[in-house]
């Protein structure tokens, strides 16, 4: 394991900015590495089948050129990214590939990249959109036939005991994750919106228990440092669904405000929810997975009254609004993304409901399109500052 104490940003940088170095250096040493998309890709049990599971990054840097002859132009510009990516060779070092049915623009390209990639292993897991219990039942079989194929390629049985094992330290990187939010609730927040994304991003590049160690470091040099954010500045939350670059945080950020709490993919949608330890790890797996991650792609039964119903839906955003002393709301919503299309109308009201402003924006992943934000957000920071 490397040693990440007493170095957490220098690290946090390395791993941010060379994205994939960690990566490249345990294969070297005859690990393993499977990539990944989304928040659906259960880790624990890929971790306990003896691989390294790594998170694939778009780039909103280099322009989707190579993906655009192999995948349609109007699935989702991150998913595109992504896989323009991998054909560039970002990720040559990888053994195999784990997508989730999280959305269609991941489930339905999931063919084209199993073809064009010809990893030794690919494997798609059947999350469903309900939550209902013959839901959780059918996932839970889901799981169970992912668990034997990724055994089968590790040439041996996944046991229970192991994946106990593996459930326990996701949970300690969980509670680390959580832990360092809280040094987001002072006024100023001792450390900025996009330490924070790059922190996380980077953590999902390297093995768990190395995340670990690498956010207690950044944790320490944190509480030793202090803050040197400015004390007066609008507290800004982002919600949408992923953000795997500091770009569009630093813009916020360079434009006056302090992001001080997300709902993100990486971030706290990812990071709030334990595995319950169960008999059956499956069940643990499955319950945290289908039910306790709260995402647009997921279809939640209507109770009670409308006001109920948006309150069930959202009210972690309402919380962290509440705990954080947030003064706005940036939506960040790619276009052609069809599940949190959907959801934007309703969520607008809620939180607009709870007398705190909302800017929503939708536009492509690329630097061009967080460019042409800049006006829109310092706008909206003048408007509610």
């Known amino acids: ?11 946090v940088d390395k791993y941010y900015q060379d994205y994939g170095v960690r990566a490249k250096e345990l294969k070297k040493q005859g690990r393993k590495i499977i990539g990944y998309l989304c928040a659906y890709v259960p880790l624990e049990i890929i971790t306990a089948a003896g691989f390294i ?13 190579k993906a655009d002859t192999q995948m349609e132009t109007i699935a989702c510009s991150l998913v595109r990214s992504c896989f323009d990516a991998s054909l ?8 195999g590939l784990v997508l989730p049915h999280s959305c269609d623009s991941v489930c339905r390209t999931y063919d084209v990249w199993k073809y064009n990639l010809g990893l030794r292993y690919s494997h798609l897991v059947d999350v469903p959109h309900s939550t209902d219990n013959s839901s959780l039942e059918f996932f839970k079989a889901v799981l169970g036939t992912f668990r034997k194929s990724l055994g089968r390629f590790a040439g041996k049985e996944i046991s229970d ?7 326990q330290v996701y949970n300690q990187c969980r509670a680390k994750v959580r832990e360092l939010y809280e040094l987001r ?8 919106g996009s330490e924070v994304s790059k922190v996380l991003i980077a953590a999902t590049s390297i093995p768990v228990e190395e995340s670990i160690e690498l956010l207690g470091s950044v944790i320490d040099e944190v509480r030793a440092r202090g803050s040197a954010l400015p004390p007066k ?12 670059d500091v770009a569009f945080i630093n813009l916020i950020e360079n434009s006056g405000a302090n992001v001080v709490v997300d709902y993100l993919c990486p971030g706290a949608r990812e990071y709030e929810a334990d595995v ?15 039910r306790k991650i709260n995402c647009a792609r997921t279809y939640r039964d209507k109770t009670g009254n409308y006001e109920e119903y948006l309150e069930q839906r959202f009210g972690h955003i309402g919380r962290a609004i509440k705990d954080f002393k947030v003064d706005g709301v940036i939506l960040i919503i790619y276009r052609y993304c069809d599940p949190y299309g959907f959801e934007v109308p309703a969520m607008k009201s809620y939180i607009e409901s709870k007398g705190t402003p909302v800017l929503y924006l939708e536009d492509e992943y690329s630097m061009t399109a967080i460019s042409r934000l800049r006006t829109r957000i310092q706008a909206f920071l003048e408007m509610i500052g």
């Open 88 to 95: 560039k060779g970002s990720y040559d070092f990888l053994d």
């Open 1 to 11: 394991m490397e040693n990440t104490t007493g170095q957490g940003f220098a690290n």
């Open 185 to 192: 609730k002072t006024v100023p927040p001792l450390i900025s």
């Open 161 to 167: 005991k192991e994946l106990a094992r593996v459930i």
């Open 276 to 290: 319950e330890l169960t008999q059956n790890p499956i069940d643990g797996i499955a319950e945290r997975y289908l």
């Open 233 to 244: 500045s609008t507290r800004i939350m982002v919600v949408g669904a992923e953000v795997d």
């Open 53 to 65: 599971p790594f998170r694939i990054r778009g780039d909103v840097h280099e322009p989707i050129t």
